[in-house]
């Protein structure tokens, strides 16, 4: 079992919303910055948000005012919720540890779609 694990992505058309989960050992949650990004077919993989421990937020250009990032203590989890989705946000989401060590998830597939 990886230390940081996703789950959440799907297929939704335009418009529609998904919320992606991230579960990480408590020790990670605790004391690590944790984010989302996203690849996808033929592009670098890029920053979509980003969550302190103290609860400070960062977004993308292209996902501020659509996307939200959270995290629960109580279930050492992140979540990012996405409304309005586009075409566009299709891609492998992946959630992200960052401090002294980096850690990944393995992804999950969103992709929107008519």
């Known amino acids: 079992q990886g230390q940081l694990v996703e789950s959440g992505g799907g297929l939704v058309q335009p418009g529609g919303s998904l919320r992606l989960s991230c579960a990480a050992s408590?020790?990670?949650?605790?004391?690590?910055?944790m984010g989302w990004y996203r690849q996808a077919p033929g592009k670098q993989r890029e920053l979509v948000a980003t969550i302190t421990t103290g609860g400070s937020t960062n977004y993308a250009d292209s996902v501020k005012g659509r996307f939200v990032i959270s995290r629960d203590a109580g279930k050492n989890t992140v979540y990012l919720q996405m409304n309005s989705l586009k075409p566009e946000d299709t891609a492998v989401y992946y959630c992200?540890?960052?401090?002294?060590?980096?850690?990944w998830g393995r992804g999950t597939q969103v992709t929107v779609s008519s």
């Open positions: 408590s020790t990670i949650f605790k004391i690590y910055s």
């Open positions: 992200n540890a960052a401090g002294l060590v980096t850690y």
